[in-house]
């Protein structure tokens, strides 16, 4: 039982390059989520998948791209990436709606260093 | 505007006495509180959290308050351990009032514990 596997652990891009980043879980959650970590700015939301079929936006989406593969799956796409991607990347999972309080506890990924030149 | 506030950057104290890590939020609607610890290059795990309807949660040597008046909650760590040393975030959602899966969480707060 792996938990939420992401690769690649560390990338360096040059600015305007494309990367997918990859994550997967095998908890038979419905939820899963990208964050960046940024200093002094916390985990921010970029995107998120309530359920197999849906993405919405979270508070950063501006110059990313998801897609929920099935429900294992949850990629995060960088077009064109530029200097401020700069950043630590998250994926996490939940059970969510209709598993009680423990649903909304959110398990993570080891995460992706990514550095854009 | 954020929601949920951890207003202390850092915060140092010496083995085997009390940490109390602080947390305000300004949503009313939030009703269920998480503490996730973070190591240096690993993700964020669960620590513990509390729903709303209690003012306590004990787990271990952990346990969080809960105050809904003064929308504040705090983590205490007795006895503080060297491997408690991380950075600790407070985050928040909104379980029972249409809310998503979504978790609001603040900027975190690096514990150092001195052996």
């Known amino acids: 039982n792996a938990g939420v596997t992401q690769t690649p652990k560390f990338q360096v891009l040059k600015t305007g390059q494309s990367m997918t980043l990859q994550c997967a879980q095998d908890m038979n959650h419905n939820s899963m989520y990208w964050y960046r970590q940024d200093p002094g700015m916390g985990l921010r939301l970029i995107y998120y998948?309530?359920?197999?079929?849906t993405t919405d936006k979270g508070e950063v989406p501006n110059g990313y791209n998801v897609s929920r593969l099935n429900k294992r799956e949850f990629s995060l796409r960088l077009e064109s990436a530029a200097p401020s991607q700069t950043s630590v990347y998250f994926c996490?999972?939940?059970?969510?709606w209709g598993s009680g309080l423990a649903g909304f506890e959110q398990f993570f990924g080891p995460g992706t260093r990514l550095t854009v030149l | 505007d954020q929601q949920v506030k951890q207003n202390s950057p850092s915060l140092s104290v010496q083995e085997g006495r009390i940490s109390i890590l602080n947390c305000d939020y300004t949503n009313s609607m939030f009703d269920y509180f998480l503490w996730y610890k973070k190591y240096p290059a690993e993700g964020p795990t669960f620590l513990i959290s509390?729903?709303?309807?209690?003012d306590k949660n004990e787990d271990g040597r952990f346990t969080v308050f809960l105050n809904k008046s003064a929308k504040h909650l705090s983590l205490h760590i007795v006895p503080s351990q060297p491997g408690d040393s991380a950075v600790y975030f407070c985050a928040a959602n909104s379980v029972t009032q249409g809310g998503s899966e979504k978790l609001v969480f603040g900027k975190g707060m690096k514990l150092t514990v001195n052996p």
């Open positions: 996490a999972s939940s059970a969510g």
């Open positions: 509390i729903s709303s309807i209690k």
């Open positions: 998948s309530a359920s197999e079929g």
